[in-house]
């Protein structure tokens, strides 16, 4: 959620350039991670969600997709958010087991001058069942709803845009069933960053998941409504960016040499040669673009951007707001979770003994040199970072900033066990890369401990998203501990 108010203002910054018609769509998976939230995480992740909307709010989205994840709070909880929610929820294959009446809008239509848009969503139909059976809710695949809305829509609009919550593969199906879809935006579940890509007659494109990126598009819409492969207009943008270089060099020379001296110079004499040369392949290919322009016959066009979200750019004031207001409020759900739990057992903090991890303090009673070492990284400080954050309590953070897991050994399935903690794991501590160490402490065998983590140890909490950066070979050397000198 951090990288929204970067996102706002980067939308501000691109609409105040161009004053253009625009349109802000989400293809879906907004809200949440997971198709079903754990039960301890509900109450957190709520929180986050209702503030995603608030800022979707705030950016004045049009419409947004509803996606599997979307409903991991469950239907009647994202029912509420689109009461709230001044964009507009599209699913036309969400709907109502009764009357296979869509449970939101299908479909939306915007109008800008003389140019109409249809906008359609889908919700992911992967054949697996999203619903409890007292709900009246289905997820009907898109095979069953598409023929008409399709055939109703393009009737009546300009360009039509599809945001859907399907694999790639499905959405090149749609693709050839459909040459009406002009473009489609989606959230396939392995979404990454994809530039606009022609399938058929459509254009599908996809922007990577967790607001790491900002995608948009700027679109030349022809009556044509068919989109340019390549041609004309590409190659005359290119052609303009050669004559803009040549340019920059011809004024580079005639600052630098006497004028004099430029008769002479002949590398300035090609270079004016070269200029004539575009210039008139320029003009030959806007005479084109102008009759196919006039005869109606002009491909549209498109200029795609991806931007990544990085911590260094400006936040838009009014959604930082926001993004603050909720990671506090995370927090004092999940502090007022750990009180209640304290008030309800004697000790505050879960017991040790029955825990499968010991704690850094007994490993420190026979391993000193390696305790110090750990003591220095930033490992031994993940969870002060967190307090400094005011983020200790956030349930989201916890899981990477403290010892609770080791492949597949958990200390808890429910999440909320994180928040009674010992302090001797409120750490990235020893036994996170070399395993749960009760019985090699018992009986100091070497054998019972492991001795070099490996990569996929590091990478459950390195990930991409959070260290772009992570390479094993290097990251391990430095928080390798010491030999021992036994
Ligand atoms: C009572 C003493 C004792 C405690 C407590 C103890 N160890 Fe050890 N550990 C040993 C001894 C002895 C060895 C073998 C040393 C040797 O071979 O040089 C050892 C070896 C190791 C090794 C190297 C294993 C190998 O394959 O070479 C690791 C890693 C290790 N311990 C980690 C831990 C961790 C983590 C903890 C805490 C959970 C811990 N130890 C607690 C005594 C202890
Ligand atoms: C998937 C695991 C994971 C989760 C979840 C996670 N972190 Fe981290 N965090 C890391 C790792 C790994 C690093 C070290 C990154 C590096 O060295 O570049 C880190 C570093 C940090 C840092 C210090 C370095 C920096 O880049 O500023 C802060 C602050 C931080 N995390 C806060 C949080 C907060 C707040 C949350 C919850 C909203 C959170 N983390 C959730 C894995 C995680
Ligand atoms: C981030 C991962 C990580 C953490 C956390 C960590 N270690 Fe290590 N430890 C390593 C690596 C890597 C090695 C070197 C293994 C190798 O190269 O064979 C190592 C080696 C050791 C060894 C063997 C030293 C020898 O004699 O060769 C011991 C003992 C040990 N660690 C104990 C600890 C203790 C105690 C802690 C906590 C206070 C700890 N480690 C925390 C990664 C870690
Ligand atoms: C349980 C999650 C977790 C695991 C597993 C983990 N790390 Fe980290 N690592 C973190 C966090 C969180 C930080 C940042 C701590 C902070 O700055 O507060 C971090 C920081 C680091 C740093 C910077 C240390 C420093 O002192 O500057 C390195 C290097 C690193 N990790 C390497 C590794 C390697 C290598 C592994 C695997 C052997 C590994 N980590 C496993 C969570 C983890």
Redesign the pocket.
């Known amino acids: ?2 990288g929204l108010s970067k996102k706002a203002y980067q939308l501000e910054k691109i609409q105040g350039l161009y004053e253009l018609p625009y349109l802000a769509v989400d293809g879906g998976n907004l809200l949440f991670k997971q198709e079903r939230v754990a039960p301890g995480l509900l109450q957190q992740t709520k929180i986050t969600a209702e503030g995603i909307i608030d800022a979707y709010n705030l950016m004045q989205y049009d419409a947004v997709a509803v996606g599997r994840n979307d409903l991991g709070a469950g239907l009647s909880f994202l029912k509420e958010q689109a009461a709230r929610a001044k964009f507009t929820w599209l699913s036309a294959n969400l709907v109502h087991k009764t009357d296979k009446k869509p449970i939101f809008s299908a479909s939306l239509i915007r109008k800008f001058g003389d140019l109409t848009v249809g906008i359609i969503g889908l919700t992911g139909d992967d054949g697996k069942v999203q619903f409890q059976d007292n709900e009246d809710a289905v997820i009907l695949p898109w095979q069953d709803v598409l023929p008409d809305y399709i055939a109703d829509l393009s009737s009546r609009c300009d360009l039509l845009i599809l945001l859907s919550n399907n694999t790639t593969q499905q959405n090149q199906k749609i693709t050839k069933s459909f040459e009406d879809i002009h473009l489609i935006i989606q959230s396939s579940p392995s979404s990454k960053n994809s530039a606009p890509k022609l399938t058929n007659k459509s254009l599908i494109a996809q922007t990577g998941k967790q607001g790491k990126y900002l995608g948009w598009m700027l679109i030349d819409w022809q009556q044509s409504r068919t989109w340019g492969r390549k041609g004309a207009i590409k190659e005359l943008a290119t052609k303009k960016q050669e004559l803009d270089g040549i340019n920059g060099r011809i004024s580079r020379i005639e600052r630098r040499e006497k004028e004099e001296d430029l008769s002479g110079n002949s590398s300035y004499q090609n270079l004016l040669q070269s200029r004539d040369r575009l210039l008139s392949t320029i003009i030959f290919l806007e005479n084109e673009l102008y009759d196919l322009k006039k005869t109606g016959n002009a491909p549209s066009t498109y200029e795609n951007n991806f931007i990544a979200m990085d ?1 260094k750019l400006p936040d838009q004031p009014d959604v930082e707001k926001i993004v603050k207001k909720v ?1 506090q409020n ?1 927090n004092q759900a999940g502090r007022s979770n750990a009180a209640k739990a304290a008030t309800t057992i004697d000790n505050p903090e879960m017991p040790v003994e029955k825990l499968v991890f010991a704690g850094w303090k007994v490993c420190a009673q026979c391993h000193q040199p390696q305790t110090d070492f750990w003591a220095r990284t ?1 490992h031994s400080s ?1 969870y002060q ?2 307090v ?2 005011e ?1 200790q309590f ?1 349930l ?6 403290v010892t609770a897991e080791y492949g597949a050994t958990k200390i808890s399935d429910n999440d909320s066990a994180l928040l009674s903690l010992p302090s001797i794991l409120l750490q990235v501590g020893c036994e996170i890369c070399h395993g749960p160490g009760k019985p090699h402490a018992a009986s100091q065998d070497p054998n019972q401990i492991s001795r070099k983590p490996a990569a996929s140890i ?1 990478l ?4 991409p ?6 390479n094993y070979g290097n ?1 391990l050397v430095r928080v390798a501990c010491p030999a021992s000198n036994r």
């Open positions: 959620m951090g911590i990671k995370v930033n993940a970072t967190l400094e954050q983020q956030n989201d953070c916890l899981p990477c900033h590091c459950r909490c390195h990930t998203e959070r260290d772009e950066e992570f990251d």
